[in-house]
T-cell receptor, first 108, second 112 residues
Framework: RKEVEQDPGPFNVPEGATVAFNCTYS??????FFWYRQDCRKEPKLLMS???SGNEDGRFTAQLNRASQYISLLIRDSKLSDSATYLC?????????FGRGTSLIVHP | DADVTQTPRNRITKTGKRIMLECSQT?????MYWYRQDPGLGLQLIYY???????NKGEISDGYSVSRQAQAKFSLSLESAIPNQTALYFC???????????FGDGTRLSIL
């Protein structure tokens, strides 16, 4: 079982929709959490860091639930340009771990 | 200029050849990582280094070696390339384990 699990999707949503992804992690010692966006065959780019209960940046909100060991990413008012793969990652005193990513397709 | 630079960006080579992928960074980070990415498998850690004198194997180090020439430079070598090493390779850096990683543009490697 991978340390970080994500539903690969794809999540296929219309423009303007709200969509949420979950990411579960198995290492309870994880201290920091990250969402990255990756476009096809390009490098992952940091979307959001989560160090406490959550974080919000415009249309994007990340929530951390330590009791259930998952992090969620909520995207409101989806744009066509949000189509990408979203990677969840953990950090701490050990080596970082990534999930396999969740694919999002936003259609007109 | 990019903070994390990988060279080459693309490489096609033959089975059995020795290949070196280079990574340099201007972020001043101590931690550097090499990953490979195959479709559907996510990022797999090959090697990582927490400082110049610290090199560690990741989950898939067989067939690979690394060299940390300086804080800013971390090279990945394939001693004798084989076709199943065809993949997209990323170098990344981070300031500490609690900080996010910063990735290079990637190297597309094809081994025939």
């Amino acid at each position: 079982r991978k340390e970080v699990e994500q539903d690969p999707g794809p999540f296929n949503v219309p423009e303007g929709a709200t969509v949420a992804f979950n990411c579960t992690y198995s290492n309870s010692a994880s201290q920091s959490f990250f969402w990255y966006r990756q476009d096809c065959r390009k490098e992952p780019k940091l979307l959001m860091s989560v160090y406490s209960s959550g974080n919000e940046d415009g249309r994007f909100t990340a929530q951390l639930n330590r009791a259930s060991q998952y992090i969620s990413l909520l995207i409101r008012d989806s744009k066509l340009s949000d189509s990408a793969t979203y990677l969840c990652g953990t950090g701490g005193s050990y080596i970082p771990t990534f999930g396999r990513g969740t694919s999002l397709i936003v259609h007109p | 200029d990019a903070d994390v630079t990988q060279t080459p960006r693309n490489r096609i080579t033959k089975t059995g050849k020795r290949i070196m992928l280079e990574c340099s960074q201007t972020k001043g980070h101590d931690r550097m990582y090499w990953y490979r990415q195959d479709p559907g498998l996510g990022l797999q850690l090959i090697y990582y280094s927490f400082d110049v004198k610290d090199i560690n194997k990741g989950e898939i180090s067989d067939g690979y070696s690394v060299s940390r020439q300086a804080q800013a430079k971390f090279s990945l070598s394939l001693e004798s390339a084989i076709p199943n090493q065809t993949a997209l390779y990323f170098c990344a850096t981070s300031a500490t384990g609690d900080q996010p990683q910063h990735f290079g543009d990637g190297t597309r490697l094809s081994i025939l």
